[in-house]
């Protein structure tokens, strides 16, 4: 894997991202998230969640999250930044669905960690990559202690590692999934219908990948002048960490 000598295993407490709890009956939900986003949310399960993406009608990302279920509760654990985005898209459809959407205030771990280590209680994979897991882990009362200490970084770096290249606020509207490799890890092209599924969908089965995005680890700013930056680049250890739209 390119890049692997940067990941680092262990924990973090992640400040940046907010919980939305999608209240209603448990079936309801489900369809309602089904026909938007663009994960597979019958495969959830109290220990497998999924990262996801809600795009507009023309294909183009609004917002990537993660979807958990706990205690039969629909979980969204997304970046604080793009929380309203999320709420006032979803919440066009929800009076069909007799939902509603509401802030959880409870506090988010993420955990990088290898797949055959052991699973804490209440832990939620939310994507595997070769022998490589991430997850979450919700709840007032989770401590650090027991869990090797990482960096705030070092989690959204793992992330770009894994290409799983999220976007912020300021790239709203402006990609489809195919250009920042999210088809390979938040797309399901099984499950049927979701907003923006037709244009998608002609990318997969007859469209021919014009550009990617990829990690690229630099020195200086002026590194990356030719690409188009993804999100913003990340600092550890006086290397800077980028994803990078460029052509193929």
């Not at 990262?51 to 917002?63: F, M, P, R, T």
């Not at 802030?103 to 939620?124: C, F, M, S, Y």
């Not at 989690?155 to 790239?171: A, E, F, M, T, V």
Request: glycine share 4%; proline share 2%.
């Amino acid at each position: 894997m390119k890049n692997i000598d940067y990941f680092k295993f262990g924990a973090t407490k992640l400040e940046d991202v907010s919980v939305l709890h999608i209240e209603g009956e448990f079936e309801s939900v489900i369809e309602l998230l089904q026909g938007q986003v663009t994960s597979d949310c019958s495969m959830l399960s109290d220990s497998f969640g999924q990262v996801s993406a809600l795009c507009d009608e023309k294909g183009y990302i609004l917002c990537n999250f993660d979807i958990l279920i706990k205690n039969k509760s629909i979980l969204i654990v997304i970046l604080s930044e793009l929380e309203e985005v999320f709420i006032q898209e979803i919440s066009k459809f929800t009076p069909f669905y007799k939902v509603s959407i509401k802030p959880l205030n409870t506090q988010v771990i993420g955990i990088a960690k290898h797949k055959d280590e052991r699973v804490l209680p209440n832990e939620q994979k939310i994507l595997e990559v070769e022998d490589i897991n991430l997850c979450l882990l919700l709840g007032e009362k989770v401590t650090l202690n027991d869990m090797q200490p990482i960096k705030n970084n070092n989690w959204y770096i793992n992330r770009k590692i894994l290409q799983d290249h999220i976007i912020k606020k300021s790239d709203l509207g402006k990609y489809r999934p195919h250009e920042l490799m999210q088809d390979k890890l938040r797309i399901s092209f099984k499950k049927g219908c979701f907003r923006g599924q037709e244009i998608i969908s002609r990318m997969e089965y007859r469209g021919k990948r014009k550009k990617l995005t990829e990690l690229i680890v630099h020195d200086l700013p002026s590194d990356i002048e030719k690409y188009q930056l993804i999100g913003e680049s990340i600092k550890f250890e006086n290397k800077l960490f980028s994803s990078c739209l460029r052509k193929k």
